[in-house]
């Protein structure tokens, strides 16, 4: 079973159920495999899970790493190269919005991120911190090249800034050749390399455990869930999932 966390496990308040910890714990003790499937950095799904009083396998940023079976050691990365990134970076310059890259444990927005952020969603910091979201680690404009050689970005998260300009925006991140478009909402547009999704994670843990698609079931909300609930056996969308979700769906709870 591959679950997504924020509008699937966990509410808008950072909440899970109590319902929902037992109903995980009845299927570990029956001998089926439950497996986090995530856009989040690990260092957030595991404080989540310290929680929840769990170990689980995680798959996160939308593919682009996943762990072992107990959650705590990365065993693969799609990692983005460094010239693709800093391509990345030179159109969101061009067209004025700002670049962010998760590297499997970390999310490095370019500054002035927080000062953005703070203006256009007051309480984000109280939201942020219920959520489980770690403190962003903010990178100037000239650290990027260092950085990129330096660390394995996994996943690019563009914040759009009112920009007139997105469709223009993501023809050019299109053109590239190399880009898998992840997600996508009014503020922000998520990328990772090409053919890296929640349905790759999905298949690369399924194969590594010697399991089939068809015995695969997935659970989410958001449009980054769509590829893990098209190639599962039997898909689930939440009830407040995005309405191409709860079409694709075998089943809306």
């Not at 986090?36 to 799904?45: C, K, M, S, Y």
């Not at 984000?124 to 000239?142: F, G, K, L, M, N």
């Not at 068809?214 to 999932?241: C, K, Y």
């Amino acid at each position: 079973v591959f679950i997504d966390i924020d509008g699937t496990t966990m509410d808008e308040q950072g909440r899970v159920s109590q319902r929902t910890i037992n109903t995980i714990r009845r299927l570990k003790e029956n001998g089926i495999p439950v497996v986090v499937n995530t856009g989040r950095i690990l260092a957030e799904v595991q404080d989540i899970l310290q929680v929840m009083g769990l170990h689980l396998p995680v798959i996160g940023a939308n593919g682009g790493y996943y762990t072992d079976d107990l959650g705590q050691e990365i065993v693969y990365t799609s990692r983005m190269p460094a010239d693709q990134c800093l391509r990345i970076i030179e159109l969101c310059k061009k067209y004025k919005v700002l670049p962010c890259f998760s590297t499997p444990m970390h999310f490095h927005p370019q500054k002035p991120f927080l000062e953005i952020v703070s203006q256009k969603m007051p309480g984000w910091q109280e939201h942020a911190q219920r959520a489980h979201v770690e403190t962003p680690q903010c990178i100037d404009a000239t650290e990027w090249p260092r950085f990129l050689q330096r660390e394995t970005a996994v996943k690019c998260s563009i914040i759009l800034l009112d920009s007139p300009q997105v469709p223009q925006l993501k023809r050019e991140l299109e053109d590239m050749g190399t880009l898998e478009l992840t997600s996508e909402s009014q503020m922000l547009i998520e990328y990772n390399n090409i053919g890296t999704t929640k349905g790759s994670g999905m298949l690369h843990y399924l194969a590594a455990h010697g399991l089939q698609a068809q015995n695969a079931v997935a659970v989410g909300d958001g449009d980054n869930d769509l590829p893990m609930l098209r190639q599962a056996g039997f898909s689930v969308a939440m009830g407040n999932a995005d309405l191409l979700l709860q079409q694709a769906a075998n089943y809306i709870t």
